[in-house]
């Protein structure tokens, strides 16, 4: 009877372990998806690729639908399994991070009608440079961050927080160049304002991917760093490298 009760239990702790990695794995495959929406919508707006635009518009749909599936099996997860320490950290962690990447999703969509606008206004589109340079820094903390996930790496997640800060003083930058050229020309105004709200919801995806990147160092210390300083931050993450050369000191000896 204990050997069918320790196979039983082995059972039961398998079938745990492929229901978790399922919902990593999902989380990925939307961030993926998302990925690609920002880069879709940062190129449509460049290049005034309108079918671009609308085809990336679309897959909105899908991540939404992505999030309330995930948000459902990590639901369910914890009702049935009652996970504890690390299992529910990563179900936690998981599903707050598939809110921010349904909300990068939709800033994304939010860029692509920004970019329909001005192609069809055909007016030109001062802040091309801007956008570029921000949209650049804002794929990397994307793409960054999500590898990161994939590897649990939070010293990779430290360095997308640490450039979120860059993110948001390129973006004031921005806005005091775009402000100035408004001024100076009256008749630009509606097609720079369209620019502006393009850059406003570059700089919330930044935002959005700091938010990833604290809710994967908390799944990986346990330590939430959310509100908390980039000091902070990284004195957490040095803290668990700490613990983890102490363990594989400990188990060597």
Known sequence: MELEKDNYSTHIS????????????????MGG?????????????????VDRAEASRKVDQQTNAMELMIDDLCTTTIARRQP????????????????????????????CRQAIELAQSGTS?????????????????????LTAFARNDIEMAYLVAKQDKEVDREYRTA???????????PRAISS???????????????????NLAEHLIYQVSGTDVRHRSLKQIRQTVEDEADTLLSDESSTEE
């Open 84 to 111: 504890a320490a690390s299992d529910l950290r990563l179900i936690v962690s998981i599903s707050r991070a598939v809110s921010d990447l349904e909300r990068i999703g939709d800033e994304a969509s939010r860029i």
């Open 192 to 210: 720079v304002l369209s620019v502006i709200w393009a850059l406003r919801s570059l700089e919330r995806i930044g935002d959005h991917a700091r």
């Open 125 to 145: 589109q001062r802040g091309h440079q801007e956008v570029r340079h921000i949209g650049n820094l804002v794929r990397d903390m994307v793409r960054n961050v």
């Open 33 to 49: 998806m998302v990925e690609h929406q920002v880069n879709d919508a940062i190129e449509a707006l460049l290049t005034a690729d």
């Open 175 to 185: 806005m005091r160049s775009l402000v100035t050229y408004m001024m100076e020309d």
């Open 14 to 29: 398998q079938q745990f372990n492929e229901e978790l990695e399922t919902i990593r794995t999902q989380m990925l495959t």
